[in-house]
């Protein structure tokens, strides 16, 4: 390994590594063309919001000089530089793979129809629909002529155009316009010979359109080129930043303008006179991440790219989710989770199972309360209904609402409102601290007792992205378990938050108080395992390890002997290969058809393995400045189970990446059959037998 002047890799540069990776999945010729759209989609989405908040929290950071390289390590400058440079070569890169899956579209015969390349039949088509739809939700905006330049939305995308007239009669002039993505639908079928499936964008339906839209100025001559801007999110300090810097920058944020711009991205072929006024317009400097980029901009809308014009061999077929042995044929799931803890991995398992053990709290007579929290919800959430219902039914229901889950703000306010007027009691968090943990616990009295059942889980509780993200739940009526649940309801409930609710707690680990210290302990001690000689083992499967203490102490469990395996999706900090210390650390990225979103934690502990689940990475925010949850695997089933998961992950030589210090991620390849480990973990689910 090359030296190094630093003891963990930037995060930042880590994040785009894996972002890359899903870039890999976009090129890739075995994935169905459908899902490599998807995937340079997701690529762009992640883009967007990387932008909006690192890179906005960065720029804010290079305004405090000396301070924040004393806090962050390295120079937020320097950094900012290095992503400019990374962000064009990938784009550069992301261009050459649309341009291959274009050309694989043509195969098929599906056209992506620009403007100047359209049948009559079809030209005919767009000026109506323009004309009867979209006209009327559009206004021009002629930038020369107003004194202070309109404010453009993050999330929209402009045509900025040249009006001129061929003879030079008229003096050419500049307008904006933007594109009604949230009223129309970015993708349009057009007419189409038999065979052939043909879709234009919406923003080419209104470039065709132009002499229409600007007939009453007397113009002949129409460019225009599709501009963004990104602006800093702004809605809260990314608190994986030293909490005694963060007052400092809120203050300094207050003077400032609201949502100011970090990227601005626009089609290289602009007119140059254009793109200079817009700049300069904007007040804009090379400092703002001045993009160029090809035709299309605001990728992200294809992830929803019509799959009705691919034929069945184009799309992929999701396998379907099946309904965990133990819950299949019971009339009353919380009977068995009485009698058993059950162990869901979504998306191979069906998440209706938690849908039902909430509608049958809802309607049992013997059913008191129930108290769960929620942090992303689907917009359509049948959570929500159940809990509603259970109102209507005479229970008490309490709901921890997280206001604050990034870019799900609005949506979670608007379930604030519906919640309370049905009369749930709503709970929004804490101030200065995301409640991020995932759990729900359901009390009902019998015969004069009280007794509970609840699930912790690792991801949220949303039916529409637990059909493609792959999570776990641990449902249970253990008491130590719900006892230490109460705990945290009560810690979230009560005004001024009193620590010791957390601290009471047996059985959970809870952040912000005992997450890191109890695993730098459980480290610790495969440590001395290791020097005594005896087998040591640790592997994590996370969405992320920055964490600097928790990767120190890996570093020396390494240095030690102790073996330790990373599944890591997303940001890793760990450099995992040491030239001095001769060790090695064996870590992995897995991305593939779904998205690898459970946190997992395995130690050997002299033969009396230990695992859990969490909703928590290895970060600072997670451990410090959120409330989260790390559940114990005790029943025997359930943790081989998550073992048996994780080293078929382990094995992947399809889909794995290796982690090396350059994170130049290189495919895992191994001798052997080829295992796909998504593929591999619906098979060993679908075909488990349980014991009752």
Known sequence: MAHQTRTTIVRDISWLSFNARVLQEAKD???????????????????????????????????????????????????????????????????????????ELRQEKIYLRQEGHLTRRQQQFILDYFNEEIRSNIIPLMIESIPAFPHLRDKSIYL??????????????????????????????????????????????????????????????????????TRDAELDIDNDIATNLIPEMEKALKNRKKGKPVRFIYDRNISPHLLEYL????????????????????????????????????TSARRKSFVHPLLANTASIQQVIREQDVLLSFPYHTFNSIVDLLREAAIDPHVVSIKITAYR??????????????????????????????????????????????????????????VHAKICVIKKRVDGKTLQYGFVSTGNLNEKTAAYYCDHCL?????????????????????????HYLHDCKTLLVSPYNIRKYFQKAIDKEIKAAKQGKPALIILKLNSLSDEKLIQKLYEAAASGVEIRLIVRGICCAYTQHKKQEYNIHAVSIVDEYLEHSRIFYFHNEGH????????????????????????????ESKQELYDILNTQLADNTKARLLDNKQQNDYFRSKGKMIRSQEDTYRLLKQKKYLL
């Open 609 to 636: 393995s230990r695992c859990y689940i969490s909703s928590a990475d290895w970060m600072v925010r997670n451990l410090d400045h959120r409330v989260e949850v790390v559940v114990p695997v005790a029943h025997p």
């Open 279 to 314: 700049i300069r317009r904007m007040n804009l400097t090379r400092k703002d991440n001045l993009i160029p980029g090809d035709r299309i901009h605001n990728f992200k809308d294809f992830m929803d790219f019509p799959e009705q014009v691919f034929g069945s061999g184009q």
């Open 160 to 229: 900025a155009t040249v009006l001129a007239k061929k003879d030079q009669s008229v003096r050419q002039a500049y307008a904006l316009i933007e594109i009604p993505t949230d009223v129309f639908p970015r993708f349009i079928l057009l007419p189409s010979q038999r065979g052939e499936r043909n879709v234009i964008l919406l923003e080419d339906v209104i470039r065709f359109c132009l002499p229409t839209l600007f007939s009453y100025f007397g113009y002949d001559q129409f460019s225009a080129h599709v501009i963004k801007v």
């Open 377 to 434: 919800l689907a917009r359509r959430s049948k959570v929500i209904n159940a809990l509603i219902n259970a109102v209507r039914n005479g229970k008490q229901v309490t709901v921890v609402l997280e206001l604050r889950a990034r870019f799900d703000e609005e949506a979670n306010l608007q379930w604030k409102t519906r919640l309370e007027e049905e009369g749930v009691r709503v709970f929004i968090g804490i101030p200065h601290m995301k």
């Open 475 to 499: 449902l249970t009526a253990r008491r130590n378990i719900m006892a230490d649940i109460n705990r945290i309801f009560s810690y979230v409930e009560h005004p001024g938050h009193p620590q």
């Open 29 to 103: 010729a075995s994935v169905p063309l459908h899902e490599r759209i998807r995937f340079l989609g997701i690529f762009s989405n992640n883009l967007d919001e990387f932008f909006r908040v690192r890179v906005a929290t960065l720029k804010r950071m290079a305004v405090f000089g000396k301070t924040a390289r004393m806090h962050l390590e390295h120079n937020p400058v320097q950094i900012l530089e290095d992503i400019q440079q990374t962000v064009i070569r990938q784009q550069q890169e992301f261009s050459k793979i649309w341009k291959q899956i274009v050309q």
